[in-house]
């Protein structure tokens, strides 16, 4: 006869399923919290900005958005100077857990080359997703007598040097102004200020004459007559001001734009940063702001985190070689 086959007693059958419900819920315990209840607090949005600028602008708009979307308050805290570095730096001595967020723009790729001493890398930080590309323009004073890019050149050859404000040290502006010096052969010299908003009122008062800055910031300015607009730093005219020339139209292949993106400390979760991702391009769906984009003369993007990761790489060698081969560095 063959052996009976072996039964389990009760005492086993309750360890087994003892066992299994110990190791399903293990399982859960350990997932992130965040990817089942996240956020369950206020997230915080640094800005790195001062009040007033397109960023900050913009930034706070999609805080709005997203304070109806997720249930939490989404706070905006203003930390402008160092073309974007105390903000970065801030952000990424953060806690890993998505509830502190980096809205910056390009400047915070190219700190890193421009100061060795910034206290933060690209490895620091995990792109969320490109908001929106920007335009920049140069404008100057009503009172500088140039109407267009050839005459200011011209002005600036003779007076030995023209004075021309940014939005920072590094920022895509400064370094646009330094691009120009290049190929235009000219001896600008360069004026931070800690954002656009006292960018703005620098060169409607007169402290400079020139002002590089995103359309965004400068539009109704010009149309005011308050400033005067000169030629757009990208590859084709304004959808906002579509008269104006572009840089490249003097000086081939010229071309520098400002993206506005959202970053977190290195570590965070995935299943968070694509909750982020997906409630910040959300965000561009809203009248409000897709209406300030094309007044700005943006484009709207909201992509992934792996495509704005390939962006933030591709910008940093870009921009690294522009700082090496310009000289350009921290004051």
């Given at each position: 006869m063959g052996k009976k086959p072996h039964m389990l007693?009760?005492?086993?059958?309750?360890?087994?399923?003892?066992?299994?419900?110990?190791?399903?819920?293990?399982?859960?315990?350990?997932?992130?919290?965040?990817?089942?209840?996240?956020?369950?607090?206020?997230?915080?949005?640094?800005?790195?900005?001062?009040?007033?600028?397109?960023?900050?602008?913009?930034?706070?708009?999609?805080?709005?958005?997203?304070?109806?979307?997720?249930?939490?308050?989404?706070?905006?805290?203003?930390?402008?100077?160092?073309?974007?570095?105390?903000?970065?730096?801030?952000?990424?001595?953060?806690?890993?857990?998505?509830?502190?967020?980096?809205?910056?723009?390009?400047?915070?790729?190219?700190?890193?080359?421009?100061?060795?001493?910034?206290?933060?890398?690209?490895?620091?930080?995990?792109?969320?997703?490109?908001?929106?590309?920007?335009?920049?323009?140069?404008?100057?004073?009503?009172?500088?007598?140039?109407?267009?890019?050839?005459?200011?050149?011209?002005?600036?050859?003779?007076?030995?040097?023209?004075?021309?404000?940014?939005?920072?040290?590094?920022?895509?502006?400064?370094?646009?102004?330094?691009?120009?010096?290049?190929?235009?052969?000219?001896?600008?010299?360069?004026?931070?200020?800690?954002?656009?908003?006292?960018?703005?009122?620098?060169?409607?008062?007169?402290?400079?004459?020139?002002?590089?800055?995103?359309?965004?910031?400068?539009?109704?300015?010009?149309?005011?007559?308050?400033?005067?607009?000169?030629?757009?730093?990208?590859?084709?005219?304004?959808?906002?001001?579509?008269?104006?020339?572009?840089?490249?139209?003097?000086?081939?292949?010229?071309?520098?734009?400002?993206?506005?993106?959202?970053?977190?400390?290195?570590?965070?979760?995935?299943?968070?940063?694509?909750?982020?991702?997906?409630?910040?391009?959300?965000?561009?769906?809203?009248?409000?702001?897709?209406?300030?984009?094309?007044?700005?003369?943006?484009?709207?993007?909201?992509?992934?985190?792996?495509?704005?990761?390939?962006?933030?790489?591709?910008d940093a060698e870009k921009y690294g070689k522009l700082?090496?081969?310009?000289?350009?560095?921290?004051?």
């Amino acid at each position: 006869m063959g052996k009976k086959p072996h039964m389990l007693n009760h005492s086993t059958i309750v360890k087994a399923a003892t066992l299994s419900v110990f190791l399903m819920l293990a399982s859960v315990l350990s997932r992130p919290a965040h990817s089942q209840d996240y956020p369950k607090k206020p997230i915080r949005m640094i800005v790195a900005a001062a009040p007033g600028g397109a960023n900050d602008i913009l930034g706070r708009m999609v805080a709005r958005r997203m304070t109806e979307a997720l249930g939490q308050s989404v706070i905006v805290d203003n930390r402008g100077g160092a073309g974007g570095s105390l903000a970065a730096e801030f952000v990424a001595r953060s806690a890993a857990d998505g509830y502190t967020l980096l809205n910056a723009t390009n400047s915070v790729v190219v700190n890193p080359s421009l100061n060795p001493e910034v206290s933060y890398t690209l490895k620091d930080l995990v792109p969320v997703t490109e908001f929106a590309n920007f335009p920049l323009i140069i404008t100057v004073n009503p009172s500088v007598p140039a109407n267009n890019l050839q005459e200011l050149v011209a002005l600036a050859k003779k007076r030995g040097g023209l004075s021309y404000g940014s939005t920072g040290i590094g920022s895509l502006n400064h370094l646009t102004g330094v691009l120009l010096n290049n190929v235009a052969g000219i001896n600008n010299v360069h004026i931070p200020y800690k954002g656009a908003g006292p960018l703005t009122n620098a060169i409607v008062a007169g402290e400079v004459q020139i002002g590089i800055t995103t359309v965004f910031s400068a539009a109704p300015y010009i149309r005011s007559g308050r400033m005067r607009a000169i030629a757009v730093t990208s590859s084709k005219p304004s959808l906002t001001l579509p008269g104006v020339p572009t840089v490249a139209s003097v000086y081939p292949g010229f071309e520098t734009n400002i993206w506005h993106g959202y970053f977190v400390p290195a570590g965070t979760p995935p299943a968070v940063v694509a909750i982020l991702q997906r409630e910040i391009a959300k965000a561009l769906a809203s009248p409000e702001i897709r209406d300030a984009l094309v007044n700005g003369g943006a484009e709207a993007v909201g992509d992934t985190s792996a495509d704005f990761t390939a962006i933030v790489g591709k910008d940093a060698e870009k921009y690294g070689k522009l700082v090496k081969s310009s000289g350009a560095k921290a004051e």
